[in-house]
């Protein structure tokens, strides 16, 4: 017996990731969000070259296709690599067969030129035909100026924001500095100290706020009637588990909840993604499109997948239009490149 569900969307990822795994420890042991940050993806993001991306891409949209995820909507950062690199990922998602919302991160970080440079390459790739958002990396790393000037590219292309948003005490001026500027059409990120309503979509990543140790953002009790989704912040992209792990920090939050919400959390996301619905996965248990199911039954795989068009892109588990063990042996090689720059 077997289930078929539409494909499944990450509603944001960092396939910039993908390679991150392995990698050698950081110089000093970070005991808070801010020294993460200083210490591992910062470090990281800076050594990445556009054929480490190339790697890193094809290898995160493959491993989601391999769990039914035939949507990503990804926010991406590469200080040193800035121009082309949304067009890199986009196409290593198109080889696969995947679809994806691509944005750059601007950030103040590397100066006023490198928020220029990360401006520059979100518009370039949006007026290109390219699929995209803004991508901007937190208020805490932007100017006010940088903030307003995302807010009108996006305006001006007629896209939203893609954003993180008061992910830890360090960026818990975000919804004041923000408020202004948000639309309707925003993507903000985390919200686990977020202050105030903002206007936008609410993507919810439980896992990766757990593994930062910021909190749990409570999205179900601090922004009720808000559209939330489901990301993985670049832990992969089996958005079963993350629906499962959704709907466990959710009832240890409240012994009321039930699995029905994780799951509209997970549907929302064809509101970013909406062909994503036409997509057809085959999994090897029979009640795959059920929340309360799905909430208590780990270990579900995918058998294959099936584009809107008919092509099947994932035959017993693999892969059809790109080799897997070529990918994660390329991908291997890559990350031996980036260990040795950190």
């Known amino acids: 017996m077997s289930a078929v569900t539409p494909g499944l969307v990450c509603s944001h990822h960092h396939l910039y990731s993908a390679l991150a795994r392995g990698m050698p420890a950081p110089p000093k042991q970070p005991t808070n969000f801010q020294e993460i940050l200083d210490q591992v993806w910062w470090r990281l993001d800076t050594a990445l070259d ?14 989601a296709l391999m769990c039914g995820t035939t949507a990503i909507v990804d926010h991406h950062e590469s200080p040193n ?39 520059a390459e979100n518009e370039r790739f949006v007026r290109a035909g390219g699929r995209g958002m803004v991508g901007v990396h937190a208020a805490f790393t932007c100017t006010d100026s940088t903030l307003r000037a995302a807010a009108g590219l996006a305006q001006d292309l007629g896209v939203g924001v893609h954003i993180h948003v008061a992910e830890g005490p360090v960026d818990v001026s975000a919804g004041a500095r923000l408020e202004s500027l948000a639309a309707d059409n925003w993507l903000i990120v985390h919200c686990v100290n977020l202050d105030r309503e903002l206007r936008g979509t609410i993507a919810h990543n439980p896992r990766s706020n757990m593994n930062n140790a910021v909190g749990y953002a409570a999205p179900a009790r601090r922004f009720p009637g808000q559209r939330v989704v489901l990301g993985t912040d670049g832990i992969g992209a089996d958005m079963l588990e993350e629906m499962r792990l959704a709907y466990v920090a959710h009832r240890a939050d409240d012994v009321l909840a039930s699995p029905d919400t994780a799951w509209s959390w997970l549907e929302n996301g064809y509101a970013l993604v909406p062909e994503a619905r036409g997509d057809r996965v085959n999994w090897n248990y029979n009640h795959a499109d059920s929340a309360w199911h799905v909430a208590f039954t780990p270990g579900m795989r995918v058998l294959d997948v099936v584009g809107a068009d008919g092509e099947v892109l994932l035959r017993e588990g693999r892969p059809t239009r790109v080799d897997i063990d070529e990918v994660r042996a390329k991908a291997a090689e890559q990350a031996v490149r980036l260990f040795r720059l950190l």
Do not use: P
Request: hydrophobic residues 50%; proline residues 0%.
């Open 50 to 63: 556009l054929e480490m991306l190339r790697w890193s891409a094809l290898l995160g949209a493959a491993e």
């Open 81 to 119: 690599a800035i121009e082309g690199s949304l067009s890199v990922i986009a196409d290593a998602c198109a080889e696969v067969g995947v679809k994806a919302v691509c944005a750059y991160g601007v950030t103040d970080r590397h100066g006023a030129d490198g928020a220029r440079r990360g401006l």
